[in-house]
């Protein structure tokens, strides 16, 4: 690395700079300051630059903005997350004087430089991330750096640490403490909520935190919320489950794993995820929770999180490893990811193929994967002797028990433990794909399901989304139907239709099912509605 | 690298969403506008996406940034740059659909994995660097991957013709061109300002463009303009080099090599200069002005740009190869960068040590390193044979022709041609620092030397500065001035003074100077002002 000569970071003996306030009315979620570039850099204030800020005793280091135009020689730019934390109002004099420049900068540095940091390190830059040091600049870098020189066994267990002290932590005295993850990507695969009342009624614990969708049709917490509220303090959350044994709420309520968030807020813009902050911050999750057991799903295939075998394997074996490290005995699944799973694609839709799966008469595809890892679980922890947890785990579905859990489940939730599949509130507006001619079908896209449904309205609109009739390998005669778009408001049914003019969420093996248009856009043309 | 499922970046058929301005007095520098969280979620919309803006038939590509408390669902908020832009005016209409994505996105990917990008591909990131359709995250992550990834030799030279694209170019039909360039980083080297008129005396070309100092005391283009106007247009420039041979200019105010200045916005705050970018960014800038023959001056040394021998020999290296691959003749010489050069340091105190050098009666060192560099530029264009270089520079001092011809470029660039030393406008407020004790002299430290002279007002304070009587390697009595503040402001001097509480810009070899106080810093006592 090359430096450049700017003066050093020590903290300055000289005066500090008296400006007065000008209020911005914006939120950057990160404390930025603007001040008069000549000014600053007459006092040696670069951009990026940090400055301690200080008004009334009050203080905070602030990452530097420079404008020409903006603000004038005397002034300071604050916006909204500044000036209320300094309870500084217009006009009023603030002091601005050279900050020290977070230890990450230095920490990255070294990172890209091809160094591992050490346990203290990564505290270091974790600590000063959820102190709202780091500007996204910086945390580009990091990622950067994290993705192309890759974190080794030491530095993933040290993150993995660092992100579950970031955050509270779950305390049961009950045991075993089991968890499942699944790195997603497939449309409607609901097993959480198959699995974890199976797991509960077996008598194990599974404190289950799930997230909401970001850019899928529904997430598991999405899901839940049908059927029950999935927001609970931390303390509600321990209360259900050493009730019930188990719970299914949003995590995203919660303070476990704090960190996570943050460093999800880089990842996503550069849709950048180096294998070792995601397995930390998968892992971080469960040991938040107390995990003992953990039964990891990666399904693998087109349109799936993990696309490749070979990136299956690796992360597979880094989950296997940290999580050994960690004292959490867990199992990877590769499983089946080209596909989606159950019928429904949607909140109620899905909670529909979850009902009906924990009364037996579930998709065949959702129960059986959700007996499989629900069965894994009870013979990691050694509930259930070797090769015997699927027989186990169908006979609780088998036997009503499972579902009798999840209806406890729900009630301690705020939930109806009464309610009936008929009840779920599906979308009145419906349109119905046939086939047009006979065929195989090869694929359904899971990426365009997923957009289809979004477009329909799910997740804001719990009955919207999508049924599918057929999955991949299906023989199929023309004019059988193949999905339906289902929404609860007519301009999103719409909006969906409009979107299915460009998309293919079916492809068939061999047959032709439309033509290219001279708009170069393929034609559906379903014939009735 | 992990796939997320975000939607895919195809421009979405959907009807855009129709929304009303509301705007932000705040300039951004690249295209933001900001939605609603919830509303953009629902439109598959996520931070940090593009977004195709649209107001009265104008059309602009944003980045989209999210709010959940600023803008209400159904507005927009829009930044100063964009509304100018589309002009749009309060609770007008304007109107979004999704964007694809720079191209660059896939290319920093493919660079981060480590595949090197052909010259089609390294255009494409200039190209959209230029159109700001680059975020700064974007940015940090492609300088993170050139740092860590390396740039090979062809990338070098596309990267290198690709910036001297984006700008204009110098059209010059006399020959030969010639130019030097220096890395930087030590105090008072002005050696271009007295081998300019040497070499445009000898009859070659040397369109010279400099820069304006960001960290440092002062750059060359802030020391010329103490004796002439440094602000011109190409054209003008041109005038004046068909002219007089020569010209000493503030590139930045001329479109030359564009794309750099978007480049450093980046480099600077990640203090991150990739070996590659830094030699493309210097020879695009030669190539430029059409440069046949260039050298290239990289002093070596504790505070210098440039700290290692290794790091210098590999710089050169790079240099040369990638110069010849563009048609450039150059030499690269590595030179001791431990020291100040002249006693000057601040623009007129500089310009005071470069007229004495003309005159043959200035500091050794300036004299010497500037003739030496001259009369390697002599000899690489062939003018003077092999081995007398140095000879014929030396002549062209002595004979106050490099003199003389100093004071036609100051003509033809606006300045006085009667300019004496003695009318040089030096600072009146003066704080002489004296040896406590006899010693040797260690080290000048160069950043020091610079905090010190800008704390005094330089480079804005023209007469502001440093005067340095000693340099490293020098045996100095007690009590025989060391070096003297000098500032037009009795404010900055003052500043400068509490500075020079702090630090230590001059370090002795065995000598003590003053000791450790309570506070922890070091006290330097001086006896007397």
Redesign the interface.
């Known amino acids: 690395?090359?430096?450049?000569?700017?003066?050093?970071p020590?903290e300055?003996?000289?005066?500090p700079l008296s400006l007065k306030a000008r209020l911005?009315?914006?939120?950057t979620g990160i404390d930025i300051v603007?001040l008069n570039e000549?000014e600053a850099?007459?006092h040696?204030l670069?951009?990026?630059d940090r400055v301690r800020v200080e008004h009334e005793g009050k203080e905070l280091v602030c990452i530097l903005d420079l404008?020409s135009?903006?603000v004038r020689r005397g002034e300071i730019?604050l916006f909204?997350d500044s000036s209320q934390a300094l309870g500084t109002k217009r006009d009023e004099a603030v002091f601005v004087r050279h900050a020290v420049p977070p230890h990450s900068?230095e920490l990255i540095?070294k990172k890209?430089d091809?160094s591992y940091l050490n346990e203290k390190e990564v505290n270091t830059i974790v600590g000063e991330l959820m102190d709202n040091q780091l500007?996204?600049?910086?945390?580009?870098?990091l990622?950067?750096?994290f993705?192309?020189?890759g974190l080794n066994s030491d530095e993933t267990v040290s993150l993995t640490k660092a992100i579950v002290n970031s955050g509270d932590t779950l305390k049961l005295d009950e045991h075993p403490i089991v968890d499942k993850h699944c790195t997603?990507?497939v449309a409607g695969n609901r097993t959480t909520m198959v699995l974890v009342p199976i797991i509960a009624a077996a008598g194990l614990y599974i404190p289950k935190t799930s997230s909401r969708s970001?850019?899928?049709a529904s997430g598991t917490a999405d899901t839940m919320e049908v059927l029950a509220n999935v927001t609970f303090e931390l303390e509600e959350m321990r209360r259900i489950v050493r009730k019930t044994h188990g719970c299914v709420v949003w995590g995203g309520a919660m303070n476990l794993a704090s960190a996570d968030d943050l460093l999800i807020?880089?990842r996503?813009?550069?849709?950048?995820?180096p294998?070792g902050v995601?397995v930390a911050s998968v892992l971080a999750k469960k040991k938040s929770v107390g995990a003992e057991y953990v039964v990891i799903d990666i399904p693998v295939g087109r349109?799936?999180?993990?696309?490749s075998m070979d990136?299956a394997n690796e992360l597979a074996r880094m989950f296997i490893d940290i999580s050994g490290r960690l004292g959490m005995k867990s199992e990877v699944f590769i499983t089946y990811g080209r596909d989606p799973v159950g019928e429904g694609i949607g909140p109620a839709l899905e909670c529909r193929d979850v009902l009906n799966a924990l009364q037996g008469k579930g998709p065949a595809d959702l129960t059986e994967k959700s007996c499989k890892l629900a069965g894994a679980v009870l013979e990691l922890c050694g509930k259930v002797e070797a090769g015997k947890g699927y027989d186990v785990a169908m006979g609780l579905l088998g036997s009503g028990k499972a579902y009798e859990k999840m209806l406890q489940i729900i009630e301690e939730q705020g939930g109806n433990p009464k309610v009936k599949v008929d009840d779920l509130p599906i979308g009145q507006y419906r349109y119905e794909v046939k086939a047009e001619a006979d065929g195989r079908i090869h694929l359904v896209d899971?990426?365009i399901v997923?957009?289809l449904a979004?477009?329909a309205?799910a997740p804001?609109l719990k009955g919207s989304g999508m049924l599918l009739h057929v999955e991949s390998g299906d023989k199929v005669k023309k004019g059988q139907p193949l999905f339906e778009l289902i929404s609860e408001s007519e301009t999103k049914l719409s909006?969906a239709l409009?979107?299915l003019?460009?998309v293919q969420p079916i492809e068939f093996e061999k047959v032709i099912l439309g033509k290219m248009g001279e708009t170069g856009i393929f034609e559906w043309k379903p014939k009735e509605a």
Chains 1, 2 share one sequence.
């Open positions: 690395m090359v430096e450049d000569v700017r003066p050093g020590a300055s003996p000289e005066k911005f009315d914006i939120s603007v000549d850099h007459e040696d670069f951009a990026a404008s135009t903006l730019g909204l900068i540095r890209m091809g500007s996204e600049v910086e945390l580009a870098s990622m950067t750096s993705y192309i020189r997603g990507g970001i850019t899928s807020r880089i996503h813009p550069l849709r950048l995820d294998m995601m349109g799936a999180k993990i696309e990136a899971n990426k997923n957009r979004r477009a309205g804001k909006n409009d979107l003019k460009t």
